[in-house]
């Protein structure tokens, strides 16, 4: 029970020690499937979950982060089987791209089908989509059949979380619980880019460096990174 006037703090599960994965994820579902949020380890920073077919739990992630409308939020898919269910058509450079480098630290910007919340669309009709490499990560969208949202664990304008306790600190109340996976690697976030014009284009340089994408596809000149 918590102190008089004191603010109640995220439940913390660890999932970085022997037998505790699947117990995480298995708390970490219950919560995502009622709507609520998760913050979890990711191969860069810790990001924050929400079920990405549920427009309220997507809403709360908005609130928790304090981000704006006018920025997209990717999304972690649980297989790549599962593209075709948020996207109208799959590029065949895209094909090339996922056979390379997912599961991994790349997000292709696809088109979205009209089920897709604008909210994570940011209203422009296209969506960010990974299959992450980090176990906790895709575990949780596998648990439940859904995609997960990827953004980084961090009120809006302050450095991305590494650790569960700089979640904690950071959110406290505002995220239902905490998957503890240690500490994440940092430094930079997923490579982003838009496969939805030709050549692709670097929206976003990243894990998966600009010169390793060239060897795999043509890239846009006006690619940023």
Known sequence: MNEP??????????????????????????????????????????????????????????????????RPVLILIPTVESLSQYVPQIPPVAYRLMEAFWPGGLTLVFEARPEISPLLTAGTGKIGIRLSSHPVATGLAQSIGKP???????????????????????????????????????????????VTVDPPKLIRGGLVGKTVIAKIVTLSPMSDG
Not at 54 to 67: G, M, V, Y
Request: net charge positive; hydrophobic share 35%; proline share 5%.
């Open 148 to 194: 997960i949202t990827g953004t980084s664990a961090n009120i809006s304008g302050r450095p991305a979380c590494r650790t569960a306790t700089e979640v904690l600190h950071s959110f406290q109340q505002r995220v239902d619980l905490i998957v503890d996976g240690g500490k994440t690697p940092g430094k930079i976030g997923s490579t982003v880019l838009d």
């Open 5 to 70: 006037g004191k603010r109640a703090e995220a439940p913390v599960n660890r999932a970085d020690l022997p037998g505790r994965m699947d117990e995480a994820i298995g708390r970490a579902k219950r919560v995502l499937l009622s709507g609520g949020l998760v913050a979890y380890p990711t191969e860069s920073f810790y990001g924050l979950a929400a079920d990405a077919t549920n427009e309220q739990a997507i809403q709360r992630l908005f609130t928790a982060k304090e981000r704006k409308p006018d």
